[in-house]
């Protein structure tokens, strides 16, 4: 199998150059996106193997399919970049990473939690600048309050199972409850009014995208905390923005931007940012924003490497397909 990697930068090639070629792989690495204009470039391969902002939309598939593309691999757990109908209408397979890390990805969340509920960031540029005055960075304390988890899967329980280690309460909401969990399901309504800090660990679909809007917002506790590690869209960044200068937050962390595409793996230092919503987001001295990074362990890279490469050595092979993709 020939495979073109789309988007990729260093820390990929460290991990997918040596295991695809133990495993036979050709494998080429372009540094552009996956769009409409660049898919032409996977002419005469097999698969390409994309990120989490290349653009696998119905245009973009259907000129993967007049070069002879047959196989998206993703590289990643989320496909809502994919325009899944399109791919299985021309016959092309498109495979996920389900699961790498959950830990990863639960670890970091509690870091951002922990990092603007204890102002961590604000100070250490204090102490850098010697300036070790704590006035203004008071938290709370954690042990006893309330957390609302938006979403069971892999890595929310693994949030979960952190959480409690803070002797917290813990309210869930899935659609798709799991017993055994020992937490307390509720509704969104209930969530939002009782919890002290909410934490996002749902897939962007239809039903979830800006969950997070001015409505919700309503209904939360003044001095709430939100952490989003998921996906940007889950948040109506105009809403947050709005509540942010209501001084709704005590805190928000980031490490999703809804319009995030542009921007995230990329160096801009020394461009002109034009995005007025990032750069709002940013301005806030109570908010951590950080570019995707939750998954950046090398347990989880090394993870993501095997199980990418081994969905296409399932395909090369003709054998059942665990991690297919379907509308």
Not at 2 to 16: A, L, S
Not at 140 to 146: A, C, N, Q, R, S
Not at 148 to 163: A, E
Request: proline share 3%; glycine share 6%.
């Amino acid at each position: 199998m020939k495979i073109m990697f789309y988007d990729t930068k260093p820390y990929d090639k460290i991990w997918f150059q040596p295991m695809g070629e133990q495993m036979g792989f050709k494998i080429k690495f372009q540094e552009v996106k996956l769009n409409e204009d660049t898919a032409v470039l996977a002419r005469g391969y097999d698969a390409v193997c994309i990120f989490v902002n290349d653009d696998a939309r119905k245009e973009a598939i259907q000129v993967l399919s007049e070069v002879g593309v047959k196989t998206i691999l993703l590289r990643c757990s989320g496909f809502n970049n994919v325009d899944l109908k399109t791919a299985q209408n021309l016959g092309i397979q498109v495979l996920r990473v389900p699961s790498y890390s959950p830990e990863a990805v639960a670890e970091y969340t509690m870091g951002l939690l922990l990092t603007v509920n204890r102002q961590i960031h604000r100070a250490y540029i204090r102490t850098k600048d010697f300036n070790f005055n704590i006035n203004g960075l008071m938290g709370i304390d954690l042990v006893g309050k309330t957390a609302g988890v938006i979403g069971t899967g892999k890595i929310g329980q693994m949030m979960i199972d952190i959480l409690k280690g803070f002797k917290m309460r813990i309210l869930a909401y899935d659609p798709y409850p799991i017993d055994g969990l020992g937490v307390e399901y509720a509704d969104l309504d209930r969530l939002f009014q009782e919890s002290d800090v909410i934490s996002l660990h749902c897939p962007l679909t239809k039903d979830t995208k800006h969950i997070i809007n001015k409505q919700s917002i309503r209904k939360m506790k003044d001095g709430v905390i939100l952490v989003n590690t998921s996906r940007g869209a889950l948040i109506h960044t105009p809403d947050l923005i709005e509540a942010l200068m209501e001084r709704k937050f005590a805190g928000v962390g980031l490490d999703v931007y809804e319009e995030e595409d542009e921007y995230f793996f990329e160096d801009k230092s020394n461009d002109i940012i034009t995005d007025e919503d990032l750069i709002r987001l940013t301005s806030f001295r109570n908010v951590v924003l950080t570019s995707h990074q939750a998954f950046f362990t090398r347990d989880a890279m090394e993870a993501i490497a095997r199980v990418t490469l081994e969905n296409a050595r399932a395909v090369d092979a003709g054998e059942e397909l665990k991690n297919l993709v379907m509308p």
